[in-house]
């Protein structure tokens, strides 16, 4: 059966401008790059080359070759169960808080050491601070209440000479978020969080078995969801509300010292309550971006405590130098 081996002209027009994977997966030049991935290649019902995306060992050698390919990215792995996220969505968060930064630096996305992020949850996979050093240079601190990611994070760090731009910092306190992880007096720049959605096991298991029947699999005993995931990453007590609830609530005590938060918001629906808490603890400017692949849809809701003149300063004093 003949292949498509040039999908290059084929663009996923949803994602950011600067994502590296508006087209198609090149599975000739990936393969190239990581050879592990070439027995999970097959050519599916459209003369298209792909992978089984129920696999989750066909999912985690594809991210490892993207990570290489475009990443240099050289060591990753995560272990059985644990969250093996889409690459291309990850990227496009990172790009777009790029864009949120720049607009507070006159257009101009500010690049290096000087950009300090804060990422909440982390995870075993480390993605966003991967993925956000190597296409802005910045310098990022991530955090998790699971040790066994911080462990595993970590050394997906050093097995790529990154420890002096990624830092891991474990959540001891299951309850809080930015307390205990930002230092007294520690200037952050844009702080990221991919919350947990789901809130209890049963509604995370419930979206399990719903996206597998979108990828036209039924669920089994044996199956697990096809991006993996712990308990921790999918669900918490009252889901991503609640959860963002808290963030922007405890947001407020960081309000001179953290220059922009942002999370993702999964639902919709959960957009007019966290508007309400943004008001409440008195944010100044509110942005909300959609962004999908494929055909999920999700939300980036940035948000700041400091007015236009203070942004300028802010800029001139950690940017400009």
């Known amino acids: 059966m003949k292949k498509i081996l040039n999908n290059s002209l084929v663009e996923k027009s949803s994602l950011h401008p600067r994502n590296k994977h508006r087209s198609r997966y090149d599975f000739e030049k990936l393969i190239t790059t990581c050879p592990d991935l070439k027995p999970f290649v097959s050519i599916n019902k459209f003369n298209i080359e792909t992978i089984d995306f129920t696999n989750t060992l066909a999912v985690k050698t594809l991210n490892q070759a993207l990570l290489k390919q475009f990443y240099k990215i050289e060591n990753w792995d995560i272990p059985q169960n644990y969250l093996c996220p889409p690459i291309p969505g990850r990227a496009d968060y990172i790009h777009n808080i790029a864009d949120i930064l720049a607009a507070s630096n006159g257009g101009s996305i500010p690049k290096g050491k000087t950009v300090t992020v804060v990422d909440i949850g982390v995870g075993a996979n480390c993605i966003y601070p991967l993925l956000g050093h190597h296409e802005y240079g910045w310098h990022f601190i991530g955090s998790d209440i699971d040790s066994l990611s911080i462990k595993v994070a970590s050394q997906i760090v050093n097995s790529n000479s990154l420890s002096k731009f990624i830092e891991l910092r474990h959540q001891t306190n299951s309850s809080l978020i930015f307390n205990g992880i930002i230092k007294p007096n520690e200037i952050i720049d844009i702080t990221l969080c991919n919350p947990p959605f789901h809130s209890s096991a049963i509604e995370a298991q419930l979206g399990t078995e719903r996206k597998w029947k979108n990828l036209g699999h039924q669920k089994n005993a044996k199956s697990t969801l096809n991006f993996g995931g712990k308990s921790n990453e999918l669900w918490c007590n ?68 400091l007015n236009e003149t203070q942004h300028i300063q802010w800029s001139l004093k950690r940017w400009k130098v």
């Open 238 to 305: 009252g889901g991503e509300q609640a959860f963002i609830n808290k963030m922007i609530e405890e947001s407020a005590q960081f309000s001179q010292t953290c220059l922009w938060f942002t999370s993702l918001v999964s639902k919709s629906e959960n957009l007019p309550a966290i508007y309400n808490v943004l008001k409440k603890v008195n944010a100044l400017d509110v942005k909300t971006i959609t962004m999908s692949q494929g055909s999920k849809i999700s939300r980036l809701v940035a948000w700041t405590f």
